[in-house]
T-cell receptor, first 117, second 114 residues
Framework: AQTVTQSQPEMSVQEAETVTLSCTYD???????LFWYKQPPSRQMILVIR??????QNATENRFSVNFQKAAKSFSLKISDSQLGDAAMYFC??????????????FGTGTLLAVQP | ETGVTQSPTHLIKTRGQQVTLRCSSQ?????VSWYQQALGQGPQFIFQ???????GRGNFPPRFSGLQFPNYSSELNVNALELDDSALYLC?????????????FGPGTRLTVT
């Protein structure tokens, strides 16, 4: 069974600075998806960034980028130029790749990010 | 394009009672997944419905059941409520195709069991 681990329950960053959130996972599959989701106090889960395991290039979405290390089963999220609106709970998630399988997401326990003005 | 909506927003029930939570999927989506998020935890997959049939289930007892309707909206029913069922229940909709189908989440229903 696949597992996702986030070892940082809380992180804090100064506005305009850079912060990195860590995530490790365990799987025996060779192809899969990894995600970072943001959950603000409004509770709605928002997709931040997605990485396909078969792609060597790290995904980037504006100020958000990932460091995907497949051999180490590591998937960290870097937030550059942090903004007050980035304050939220961040979840790392895994999904199997193959079509036809239930596309359930397996989540970590989350990292609560505080942004200091 | 209408997003995923859930009702009610909050709900308080007594142990032993039954509850029904509702989810309207995003326009054009045919798959609905339900997750339970206990306080301080990540969401846990309950089950998924595709074309009105259950398409996978997580490690939840049979008293958690669901339905999907022809318009692809969905219900989550929980019988014989227990205190541990207190959680945020998230619904996510997607359009099933061969490969990636992004899940779009609703705002959740906060269930409190006393």
């Amino acid at each position: 069974a696949q597992t996702v681990t986030q070892s940082q329950p809380e992180m804090s960053v100064q506005e305009a600075e850079t912060v990195t959130l860590s995530c490790t996972y365990d799987t025996s599959e060779s192809d899969y998806y990894l995600f970072w989701y943001k959950q603000p106090p409004s509770r709605q889960m928002i997709l931040v960034i997605r990485q396909e395991a078969y792609k060597q290039q790290n995904a980037t979405e504006n100020r958000f980028s990932v460091n995907f290390q497949k051999a180490a089963k590591s998937f960290s999220l870097k937030i550059s130029d942090s903004q007050l609106g980035d304050a939220a709970m961040y979840f790392c998630a895994y999904r199997t790749f193959y079509g036809g399988a239930t596309n359930k997401l397996i989540f970590g326990t989350g990292t609560l990010l505080a942004v200091q003005p | 394009e209408t997003g995923v909506t859930q009702s009610p927003t909050h709900l308080i029930k007594t142990r032993g009672q039954q509850v029904t939570l509702r989810c309207s999927s995003q326009s054009g989506h045919n798959t609905v997944s339900w997750y339970q998020q206990a306080l301080g935890q990540g969401p846990q997959f309950i089950f998924q419905y595709y074309r009105e049939e259950e398409n996978g289930r997580g490690n939840f007892p049979p008293r958690f059941s669901g339905l999907q309707f022809p318009n692809y909206s969905s219900e989550l029913n929980v019988n014989a409520l227990e205190l541990d069922d207190s959680a945020l229940y998230l619904c996510a909709s997607s359009f099933h195709r061969d490969r990636f189908d992004e899940q779009y989440f609703g705002p959740g229903t906060r269930l409190t069991v006393t």
